[in-house]
């Protein structure tokens, strides 16, 4: 059986559409985020957490229907492979733009997820300074190989460049 170029263009088509759809409301989710990851609403944080899960999960089934799609027709799973499907696929190289394009609103996801990231890190840290007043100890809590527990360890310099 073989399958014909119009076909498998049609079908990445509808792949890379799907994708840039689900990228653009990923966008808008990790948008949404900064705010609600900077405020203390657990509720909101949990719900849009689940939103942007469920699209990662999506994107992942997606990436992996191009994946299969490619090795099924012998041209490999990594980029070259990929490159050389939408060569044969689609000549007039649409595809190809439409995946740049794709690849490019991953790259603002990807910034994004990264900066929400960054500002949970540092709540997290203000709280474990803040448990750290409250126990009246200065160092953070450290267990040795042996999982026996040390605490106020004390700062040590580890040497100078």
Known sequence: MSLARTDVRQHLDKILSEESQLLAELQAVLESETGI???DDADAIARIGNNRQRCVDRLTRLGQ????????????????????????????????ARWSANLELARRCKALNDRNGAIVTAKLDR?????RKLRGTHAPVVYSARASRYANLGSRDLGCA
């Open 37 to 39: 990851v900077s405020s």
């Open 127 to 131: 709280v474990q300074q803040l448990l």
């Open 65 to 96: 229907e191009r994946n299969d799609t490619s090795r099924m027709l012998s041209f490999g799973s990594d980029a070259a492979g990929l490159d050389r499907l939408f060569e044969w696929a689609d000549p007039s190289r649409t595809l190809r």
